[in-house]
């Protein structure tokens, strides 16, 4: 339904701001210059919040195998925000637009250094008001030289221990996730019945990455069917953004979109570089299908759902 006939309309402007490649011999500087300049254009273009990619600030190391821990150290952030990244959360606020960004995260915690693969969502004012750390991590930990690229994330990031919270903030109800997390029905659930109307999240997806031709050649059609999928089953609008092209030889998909509450894509990137793409959301759309088909209070049973958190893998079924 068009926002203006809806008369409790709540609409905001979103834009998913797609990277191309990062080389690897790209700085942070010049990755915040290239941020910087589509946090404008979506300024510009009306837009109250644009959402980047994962990793946003580096290129997609867990392609390759570092033997020690200050090898890949390199590429993680001590402080958000840090001195690179100060400017973004200054122009943020100036232009009155918030943000999501991904980054790979050192923490110092209670028990001992962490890495995570992290993602702040940061307001209008440039001030933080929540941090994910992804929990769903592809690929492995082990070094495999058979492989023409390694998928490393279980190797250099910790699973997040932080769930999937949602924030109300700048007139919505906000939620995080990151790439791998968008395939999981349990990432948008969880955050649905927390009341979330827009999950953001940012994404790096090699599509030569299996092993098998004929899942790599879906790439694009899994990324928009577990986009669309969340979205409609959880009554809530989607904005993804990818980190895409050919990435120090590593293929990987774009397809920035953003989704409605209906699993319709309203806006989706048309190329494999830096590009923005906006769109009007009005968030009261979550509520009319929150009100009928998801009406969760009404409909859900969760006494049937047991197995969802008790188990981790399936059990064989009972025998007929
Ligand atoms: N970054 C990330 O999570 N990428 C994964 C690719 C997995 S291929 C082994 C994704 O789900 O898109």
Same mark, same amino acid.
């Given at each position: 339904m068009p926002a203006s006939l809806n008369p409790r309309a709540r609409p905001i402007v979103v834009a998913a701001a797609q990277m191309g490649p990062i080389a690897l011999s790209e700085t942070r500087a010049d990755c915040v210059a290239r941020l910087l300049e589509m946090m404008r254009e979506a300024a510009s273009r009306g837009a109250k919040l644009v959402v980047f990619p994962e %990793? @946003? %600030?580096? +290129? /997609? /190391?867990?392609r390759w195998w570092f033997e020690a821990d200050q090898e890949v150290d390199v /590429? /993680?952030?001590?402080?958000?925000?840090?001195p690179e990244t100060r400017i973004l959360f200054e122009t943020a606020a100036e232009l009155g637009i918030g943000f999501y960004l991904g980054y790979a995260e050192l923490a110092h915690t209670d028990a001992g250094l962490k890495r995570f693969n992290t993602a702040v969502l940061v307001n209008d004012k440039g001030a933080i008001v929540g941090k994910y750390r992804k929990v769903h991590l592809p690929g492995h @930990? *082990? $070094?495999?030289?058979?492989? @023409?690229?390694?998928?490393l994330e279980k190797r250099y990031f910790q699973p997040g221990d932080l769930g999937f919270p949602v924030w109300e903030t700048m007139g919505g109800n906000f939620g995080m996730c990151i790439c791998n997390d968008r395939r999981w029905p349990e990432t948008y659930r969880v955050m649905a019945l927390r009341s979330v109307e827009m999950v953001l999240l940012g994404y790096n997806t090699p599509? *030569?990455?299996? #092993? $098998?031709p004929e899942i790599d050649g879906l790439s694009n059609f899994h990324n928009q069917l577990a986009m669309q999928a969340g979205a409609y089953q959880n009554a809530t609008w989607v904005v993804g953004t990818a980190k895409c092209g050919i990435e120090e030889g590593s293929p990987m998909i774009g397809q920035s979109m953003i989704v409605a509450p209906?699993?319709?894509?309203v806006a989706m990137a048309? +190329? %494999? #570089?830096d590009e923005v793409v906006v769109a009007r959301c009005d968030l009261d759309l979550c509520r009319i299908y929150r009100e009928t088909f998801f009406n969760f209070a009404v409909h859900?049973?969760?006494? $049937?759902?047991?197995?969802? +958190?008790?188990?981790k893998g399936p059990v064989p079924p009972t025998n007929g």
């Open positions: %990793l @946003a %600030l580096t +290129t /997609f /190391f867990p /590429f /993680f952030e001590r402080e958000m925000p840090g @930990a *082990d $070094h495999r030289p058979e492989r @023409a690229f390694q998928h599509n *030569d990455h299996t #092993g $098998h209906s699993g319709e894509v048309s +190329t %494999l #570089g859900r049973e969760p006494a $049937h759902y047991g197995p969802i +958190t008790a188990q």
